[in-house]
């Protein structure tokens, strides 16, 4: 579904990604990995031509996605959940929802299901929600666009570990949905179980496999855990 191979991204005449290469497939949830500031962000930036990548190959779909614009990209059917949780402020919960809606299986009522929090708080401006609510919305207005392939970037990072419980069932219920997605968190122990694949990068891609085969020395030289 998604194939990024050898890209090279700067920032200026700073290189910040040294080839990286990754794939998910359909149905897949894969997780990226890799210390701080070894480009996660970036990498996702790329695929999303929000800083485009200079050199390498992004294909979506079999469609070569590179230079395109970050709209078109969207539209191709990719949805991001960015770091930050970005909503309408001075919308409520419920139009936050729907000026993303886009047709499909993801429906209000779906994603409501997925968050009854979001339904209690349905006419609450998006900016009076807790951080945690902020990210739930964020991610729901992400499904209701219908993404064939969900990105989402440190979704729980910073949050209370009762929201922490929260997003990870959400989470877990979109992999048993066989909803594609690339995942960029630090919580092994909640990305290890459920993921299908790790891809780690180190400026590049420096490893690739199933969770079962991340044994304690990759750990210890890429993730310093
Ligand atoms: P973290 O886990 O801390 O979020 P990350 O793996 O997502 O880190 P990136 O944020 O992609 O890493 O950063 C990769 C490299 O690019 C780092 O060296 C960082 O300093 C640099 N970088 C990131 N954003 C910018 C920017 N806007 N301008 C210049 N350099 C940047």
Redesign the pocket.
Known sequence: MLKVADIETF??P?Q?LFGVTLEVAAGEMVALM??????????I?SIFGLTPASRGTIEFESQNIRRLPAYRIAKAGLGLVP?GRRCFPNLSVRENLLVTARPGEWTLAKVEALFPRLEERRAQMAKTLSGGEQQMLAIGRALMTNPRLLVLD?ATEGLAPVIRQEIWRAIRLLKEQGQATLL?D?SLSEILPIADRCTI?EKGTVWDGKPAALDSTVRDRYLGV
């Open positions: 920032y200026g700073s910040a890799g210390r701080n500031g070894m480009g996660k962000t970036t990498t930036r770091e440190e960029v630090k990068l």
